[in-house]
C-alpha cells in the first residue's frame, strides 16, 4: 500500500504530462511561442533546434516538483507528492524524447514501423508536420495519436477552409 499511492501520482503525472503537452503544442508552440518552434517545422542539418528549449522548460517542471518534495529543515517535506509529480513529468519527458525526438524524427536512432501503435504515432505526426507555418494542423498529442485517416480528413478540410496551407497532397 505504500507504494500505491505515489505509483497512481506518477502514472497521473504522466497522464496530464501528455494533455499539457497537446495543449501547449498547439496554443503556445504553434501560438505565440513559434519562434522557438518554427526551426522544428523546417528542414535544417543542425543537430540542436530552438524547439530544443522546450525540454528545459519541461525539466524546470519536473525540478520544480522535486523540490516542493524534497525533505526541508528537520526532514519535514513542503508537499510529499511533488516528488512523484516530478518522477512523472521526469519519465513523461523520457517518453516524449524516445517516442517524439528518436521513433517519429529519427534523431537517435533509426526504425520505421511497419505495423501498430508506432506506425500509427510516425504517422499522425507526419501529417501533423503537413502543414506550412503555424496556423492549422492535427495531432498535437506526443504519445497519443488518433486515427491518421480521420487526421487526414480534418486536415483536407482545414485546406478547403483556407485554414491551413497544406504541403503534401491529401487526396
Known amino acids: 500500500m505504500d507504494v500505491l499511492i505515489p505509483s497512481l501520482i506518477v502514472i497521473a ?3 496530464a504530462m501528455e494533455g499539457l503537452a497537446w495543449s501547449s503544442h498547439k496554443y503556445i508552440m504553434h501560438g505565440w511561442g513559434w519562434g522557438w518552434h518554427r526551426d522544428h517545422h523546417e ?4 543537430l540542436l533546434e ?9 525539466a524546470a517542471m519536473s525540478i520544480s516538483m522535486f523540490a516542493l518534495g524534497s525533505p526541508l ?14 518522477l512523472g513529468i521526469l519519465f ?13 524524427h529519427q534523431r537517435y536512432f533509426r526504425w520505421v514501423p511497419k505495423r501498430g501503435y ?16 503555424k496556423e492549422g494542423g492535427v495531432s498535437f498529442g506526443f ?4 486515427d491518421p485517416a ?21 487526396g
Open 73 to 86: 529543515v528537520m526532514g519535514v517535506s513542503a508537499w510529499w507528492p511533488g516528488t512523484w509529480i516530478g
Open 92 to 104: 513523461y519527458g523520457i517518453i516524449y524524447t524516445l517516442v517524439h525526438d528518436g521513433l517519429v
Open 43 to 46: 528542414p535544417h542539418d543542425n
Open 143 to 146: 504519445v497519443f495519436a488518433r
Open 13 to 15: 503525472a504522466i497522464i
Open 50 to 58: 530552438k524547439n530544443d528549449l522546450y525540454a528545459i522548460v519541461g
Open 150 to 170: 480521420k487526421l487526414k480528413a480534418e486536415l483536407k478540410a482545414q485546406r478547403e477552409a483556407g485554414i491551413a496551407v497544406v504541403r503534401d497532397a491529401l
Open 118 to 133: 508506432a506506425k500509427r504515432l510516425v504517422q499522425a505526426h507526419k501529417l501533423h508536420h503537413a502543414t506550412i507555418g
